[in-house]
C-alpha cells in the first residue's frame, strides 16, 4: 500500500507561479513514476507531467516550458514547479504513484485526494 498526499496549491494571478509537493510513502518500489494529473470542473483528468525514478520525465505540451517537475528520490517527493500560470489552468492537480518506468507499469496507481489550483484573471 502506497499513501501520496499533496500540497502548495492555492490562488494566484494569471501569470504567477505556484510549486506543488507530493509525497509517497509506504511500500514504494524503486522503480517508480510519479506525477501530476489535473481536473478541471466539467473536464477529463488529464497529464501535466511525470518523473520517473531514474529522472524521464514526460510533460503535456501544453505546459512545456513553463512548468517543471523534478523529485527528491530519498524523500519519496516530487515538485511540479509552475510558472505563467493561465486561468484555464485552475483545477485540482492530483499526484499519482505508480511502479514501472514511462513505459510500462506494474500494478496499481495510488492517487492523491488532490490541491486546488485557481489562477484569477
Known amino acids: 500500500q502506497v499513501h501520496v498526499v499533496e500540497s502548495g496549491g492555492g490562488l494566484v494571478q494569471a501569470g504567477g507561479s505556484l510549486r506543488l509537493s507530493c509525497a509517497a510513502s509506504?511500500?514504494?518500489?524503486?522503480?517508480?513514476?510519479m506525477g501530476w494529473y489535473r481536473q478541471a470542473p466539467g473536464e477529463q483528468r488529464e497529464l501535466v507531467a511525470v518523473i520517473t525514478s531514474d529522472g524521464s520525465t514526460n510533460y503535456a505540451d501544453s505546459v512545456k516550458g513553463r512548468f517543471t517537475i523534478s523529485r527528491d528520490n530519498a524523500k519519496n517527493t516530487v515538485y511540479l514547479q509552475m510558472n505563467s500560470l493561465k486561468p484555464e489552468e485552475t483545477a485540482v492537480y492530483y499526484c499519482r504513484y505508480i511502479r514501472g518506468g514511462l513505459g510500462f507499469t506494474i500494478g496499481p496507481a495510488y492517487w492523491g485526494q488532490g490541491t486546488e489550483v485557481t489562477v484569477s484573471s
Open positions: 509506504g511500500s514504494i518500489f524503486s522503480i517508480n513514476t
